[in-house]
């Protein structure tokens, strides 16, 4: 079937504007992961979605982010007022644990490339 | 708070040989994932490590998993051009698949 999706794939923005950016998971996985990949870091965690349950917030790097995930499915990052240190690539991944499942796979997507000029 | 390592962080070897990186972490987890990553590419999974004493064989590539050592490896046989790449490893951070990423290896495997 279809793996994880994101978009845009790349996207630039000016500082201080808000960015939005989407994933669709696999359908029927219920965890959901955002990962954020840059020179700097490398890949770092940022917030977690498993099922309806409240997020685990405890990777975003500043109250400039927020994430969420509507219906148990997509999920939108979004970033206010953005930094040019917020410059990298957003990962997001979608799983099957935590419903029983014996699958411990993380499935990543393409990711989305953001560039603050 | 976790820490994961890898070592080398470079890698450039020839056709043919085999070679091993390292993945060492700072606290207890049961669950250790081996990702590889193309330039411009996103993550594509190759192991997922559940126990101690855990191996795994793909073609040319076998990974293990010590917990009581703390430490992973990644073996490489008879490399070949294609398996140029950069290759994480990643443990589980506190049991909800939340991963804490080493640095990446980058591998370069020349002809």
């Known amino acids: 079937g279809a793996g994880v999706s994101q978009s845009p794939s790349n996207k630039v923005t000016e500082k201080g504007k808000d960015v939005e950016l989407r994933c669709d998971p696999i359908s029927g996985h219920t965890a959901l992961y955002w990962y954020r990949q840059s020179l700097g870091q490398g890949l770092e965690f940022l917030i977690y979605f498993q099922g309806n349950s409240a997020p685990d917030k405890s990777g975003l790097p500043s109250d400039r982010f927020s994430a969420e995930r509507t219906g148990g499915s997509v999920s939108t990052l979004t970033i206010q007022r953005t930094q040019q240190e917020d410059s990298a690539v957003y990962l997001c991944?979608?799983?099957?644990w935590g419903r029983g499942s014996s699958s411990y796979e993380q499935y990543f997507g393409p990711g989305t490339r953001l560039t603050v000029t | 708070e976790l820490k994961v390592e890898q070592n080398p962080l470079f890698l450039s070897m020839q056709e043919g040989k085999n070679y091993t990186i390292y993945c060492n972490y700072s606290?207890?987890?049961?669950?250790l994932y081996w990702y590889r990553q193309d330039p411009g590419k996103s993550l594509e999974s190759l192991f997922v490590?559940?126990?101690?004493?855990a191996v795994k064989q793909e073609g040319r590539l076998m990974a293990s998993l010590d917990t009581k050592a703390r430490l992973s490896t990644l073996h490489i046989t008879a490399a070949v051009h294609d398996l140029s790449a950069t290759y994480f490893c990643a443990v589980d951070m506190g049991g909800a698949q939340k991963l804490v990423f080493g640095q990446g290896t980058r591998l370069t495997i020349n002809p």
């Open positions: 606290t207890t987890s049961d669950r």
């Open positions: 490590l559940l126990s101690n004493g």
């Open positions: 991944a979608s799983s099957n």
